[in-house]
T-cell receptor
Framework: AQSVTQLDSQVPVFEEAPVELRCNYSSSVSVYLFWYVQYPNQGLQLLLKYLSGSTLVESINGFEAEFNKSQTSFHLRKPSVHISDTAEYFCAVSAPTGSARQLTFGSGTQLTVLP | EADIYQTPRYLVIGTGKKITLECSQTMGHDKMYWYQQDPGMELHLIHYSYGVNSTEKGDLSSESTVSRIRTEHFPLTLESARPSHTSQYLC????????????FGQGTRLTVV
């Protein structure tokens, strides 16, 4: 069974500082990787995903994540955060289970951007 | 526009009442899910479905039940609400054989008093 570990439950950071949210997974087979963002009282929205090709993927609002197969990691980074980036971030892994794929979520990281 | 809808967004109800949380999607996805989430906490999978007439229990035991009579509709029912059921309930859907990328509704925040 696959598992996803988000090492930090809370990450406070000052506005305009860089941030990294860490994600490690345990599956040894072909994986797809996702980062979702959740604002208060909302559902989850897809931020970015890795399915194949370039190991560095980017979102439209300046976040990026790099798939590192040897480290089994998919850390999320942003060089300069804004107050509006304050939210809960979930890493997720999709791995084969029989003929289909199963999606597993990490426990989430609360990013709080301070003025 | 293809989307996934949950109603109601907020519900406050008394103990012992029967409630149904609605979830509908227009993306033609076969797989649908219900997650339970306390504020600021992780997601717990409580039910999922592979398609019409398929329902499975998730990782977290729940007193709720689900049904899947139509592909687009996946309602969740609590026969007798209790304060311990107070939580946010998130519905999601995905392709069965694709990447498994999940699309989420806005959630229903349930408060049982």
């Amino acid at each position: 069974a696959q598992s996803v570990t988000q090492l930090d439950s809370q990450v406070p950071v000052f506005e305009e500082a860089p941030v990294e949210l860490r994600c490690n997974y345990s599956s040894s087979v072909s994986v797809y990787l996702f980062w979702y963002v959740q604002y208060p009282n909302q559902g989850l929205q897809l931020l970015l995903k890795y399915l194949s090709g370039s190991t560095l993927v980017e979102s439209i609002n300046g976040f990026e994540a790099e798939f590192n197969k040897s480290q089994t990691s998919f850390h999320l980074r942003k060089p300069s955060v804004h107050i509006s980036d304050t939210a809960e971030y979930f890493c997720a892994v999709s791995a084969p289970t029989g003929s289909a794929r199963q999606l597993t979520f990490g426990s989430g990281t609360q990013l709080t951007v301070l003025p | 526009e293809a989307d996934i809808y949950q109603t109601p967004r907020y519900l406050v109800i008394g103990t012992g009442k029967k409630i149904t949380l609605e979830c509908s999607q227009t993306m033609g996805h076969d797989k649908m899910y219900w997650y339970q989430q306390d504020p600021g906490m992780e997601l717990h999978l409580i039910h999922y479905s592979y398609g019409v007439n398929s329902t499975e229990k998730g990782d977290l035991s729940s007193e709720s039940t689900v049904s899947r009579i139509r592909t687009e509709h996946f309602p969740l029912t609590l026969e007798s609400a209790r304060p311990s059921h107070t939580s946010q309930y998130l519905c999601a859907s995905s392709d069965l054989f694709g990447s498994a990328e999940a699309f989420f509704g806005q959630g229903t925040r349930l408060t049982v008093v």
